[in-house]
Antibody, heavy 120, light 107 residues
Framework: EVQLLESGGDMVQPGGSLRLSCAAS????????MSWVRQAPGKGLEWVSGISSGGSTDYADSVKGRFTVSRDNSKDTLYLQMNSLRVDDTGVYYC??????????????WGQGTPVTVSS | DIQMTQSPSSLSASVGDRVTITCRAS??????LAWYQQKPGKVPKLLIF???TLQSGVPSRFSGSGSGTDFTLTISSLQPEDVATYYCQKYYSAPSTFGPGTKVDIK
């Protein structure tokens, strides 16, 4: 059974940093792209970033230069380093498994999400 | 970047009705279009990929069609458990993009 467990969400002040993690199990993590998708309170889904199995990355324009996605295939873990956080980065951040091995792939399994609040 | 739009933004229909949701891309995306269902308070779930291929376990009353820039999600006979927000997503090129969503409820 595919399982994705996000962690690291917290409340942080504007300008601060957070590192999210996503522990994967139940599939060959090193063979698939992974994505981060977020959802602001009461709003729709926003694709944030993706990474292929080999480390090729892509980002939404809204986070480019501030967020960095990475993965450790030896630990079956996905990361999202978020710097220079803004109030509009607030939301639930989901980790999702790609159906294909390219960074902007659609996704077939999602974690339960981890909440991030950026507020002073 | 390619933008995605959906219409309507919300709809209300009766149980058993045929429901159609439209998704439009600002440029051609071939058939690289997926649909997701998000029930209230739940995690999004993949319904359809490659425009018309049902994900395993999805009821056959859901179907997808289209190509290029115009796509459709159809629920052939709306059921109470289909109350949800539906999102399209293009994955033709980076960045991937979701549509704004269509909220479906029961009249």
């Amino acid at each position: 059974e595919v399982q994705l467990l996000e962690s690291g969400g917290d409340m942080v002040q504007p300008g601060g940093s957070l590192r999210l993690s996503c522990a994967a199990s139940g599939f060959s993590f090193s063979s698939y792209a992974m994505s981060w998708v977020r959802q602001a309170p009461g709003k729709g889904l926003e694709w944030v970033s993706g990474i292929s199995s080999g480390g090729s990355t892509d980002y939404a324009d809204s986070v480019k230069g501030r967020f960095t996605v990475s993965r450790d295939n030896s630990k079956d873990t996905l990361y999202l380093q978020m710097n220079s956080l803004r109030v509009d980065d607030t939301g639930v951040y989901y980790c999702a498994k790609g159906r294909h091995d390219y960074s902007y792939s659609n996704t077939d399994y999602w974690g339960q999400g981890t909440p991030v609040t950026v507020s002073s | 970047d390619i933008q995605m739009t959906q219409s309507p933004s919300s709809l209300s229909a009766s149980v058993g009705d045929r429901v159609t949701i439209t998704c439009r891309a600002s440029q051609g995306i071939s058939n690289y279009l997926a649909w997701y269902q998000q029930k209230p308070g739940k995690v999004p779930k993949l319904l359809i990929f490659a425009t018309s291929t049902l994900q395993s376990g999805v009821p056959s009353r859901f179907s997808g069609s289209g190509s290029g820039t115009d796509f459709t999600l159809t629920i052939s006979s709306l059921q109470p458990e289909d109350v949800a927000t539906y999102y399209c997503q293009k994955y033709y090129s980076a960045p991937s993009t979701f549509g704004p969503g269509t909220k479906v409820d029961i009249k």
